[in-house]
């Protein structure tokens, strides 16, 4: 079992940043890929990025590319995300999510992950 917090959402204007984190508790935060993912109105969820066990590798959407970046930190059971030159199109409920496959891989698919945060919204202002 997977408990998973976010936090950090809020309103921005365009141009602005925000960084997001997730807490983890349960099972060792290290033996599972973390993603994170957004869903607007009306929309489909979408991963935003993710990141593999060790760190050591990381996945970025085309659009988030060049101006977000996951990372986590294993003694404090946390991943985040650094969103920065943020625009109206990112706003939407960012979903922190928890994929236990074996292996120092990431997913694309929500489908693939087990345990998901409650989300957090964020609101960009144009």
């Known amino acids: 079992q997977v408990q998973l917090v976010e936090s950090g959402g809020g309103l921005v204007q365009t141009g602005g940043s925000l960084r997001l984190s997730c807490a983890a508790s349960?099972?060792?935060?290290?033996?599972?890929?973390m993603g994170w993912f957004r869903q607007a109105p009306g929309k489909e969820r979408e991963i935003v990025a993710a990141?593999?066990?060790?760190?050591?590798?990381?996945y970025y959407s085309n659009s988030v590319k060049g101006r977000f970046t996951i990372s986590r930190d294993n003694a404090k059971n946390t991943v985040y995300l650094q969103m920065n030159s943020l625009k109206p199109e990112d706003s939407g409920v960012y979903y922190c999510?928890?994929?236990?496959?074996?292996?120092?891989?990431?997913?694309?698919?929500?489908?693939?992950?087990?345990?998901w945060g409650q989300g957090t919204q964020v609101t960009v202002s144009s």
């Open positions: 990141i593999t066990r060790s760190g050591g590798y990381t």
């Open positions: 999510a928890a994929d236990l496959m074996p292996g120092d891989a990431v997913r694309v698919l929500s489908r693939y992950y087990d345990y």
């Open positions: 349960g099972r060792t935060f290290s033996t599972y890929a």
